[in-house]
């Protein structure tokens, strides 16, 4: 009763400010009410009937939570899962490598350098398009009234061309910036007219669909 004594209290005032609000309006109604009555067994039945009520407000306004986190699971449960530690990781050939490209598989396990003899494990979430290239610039332009988002590609090793090297797909990371990086996806999923790569020796365009 200690913990119910606040939704008691304003059960029983509402009772009585109810009430009072009745005679009011229904003055006709007045002695069917016995309000000038001073009979205990009336204030026994108001009270316990307040303890009722209380009792019900008390549970409803403690498992409200409980309520909507259980809708929130079946509706959106990723807004209620658990999120993990979360790192951009970069890969790069070594110097030595005779590779020219290789996937990294999703799920691949990633441990990160000690700290305090503590070594984090990672994995990663999807495939990753690994070649011996990098992005050494990136400008946009535009013409009549079109954007265009350059890229350029550099080759990472010697005597090696762009054709040698097998390119599938390019992961691209858009930045930690979310405003900018979610910018730019979305005009290249619903605003990209085409995709051309062009070599900067030759001036030779190739189109992809």
């Known amino acids: 009763m200690k913990d119910n004594i606040f939704y008691y209290q304003k059960e029983l005032e509402y009772l009585y400010e109810k009430r009072e609000y009745f005679i009011k309006n229904y003055p006709k109604l007045t002695p069917f009410l016995?309000?000038?009555s001073k009979d205990p067994d009336i204030e026994r039945i108001i009270e316990n009937l307040a303890i009722l009520s209380s009792k019900i407000h008390q549970?409803?306004?403690e498992n409200i939570p409980h309520i909507a986190e259980s809708l929130i699971n079946i509706v959106s449960p990723n807004y209620t899962n658990p999120l993990p530690s979360l790192c951009m990781q970069e890969f790069k050939f070594e110097q030595n490598s005779k590779e020219n490209n290789l996937i990294i598989p999703k799920g691949t396990l990633i441990k990160s350098k000690p700290i305090d003899k503590c070594v984090c494990e990672f994995k990663t979430v999807y495939d990753v398009y690994l070649y011996s290239?990098?992005?050494?610039?990136?400008?946009i332009s535009s013409k009549n009234q079109d954007y265009t988002f350059n890229l350029t590609l550099q080759v990472n090793k010697a005597e090696t061309k762009i054709c040698d090297l097998g390119l599938e797909k390019i992961n691209l990371y858009l930045g930690n910036d979310t405003y900018m990086s979610s910018t730019l996806l979305l005009y290249m999923h619903s605003y990209l007219?085409?995709?051309?790569?062009?070599?900067?020796?030759t001036d030779e365009e190739f189109f992809l669909n």
């Open 59 to 61: 549970e409803l306004d």
């Open 133 to 139: 290239i990098s992005i050494s610039e990136v400008f």
């Open 34 to 36: 016995a309000y000038d």
């Open 193 to 201: 007219k085409e995709l051309k790569i062009q070599s900067l020796d």
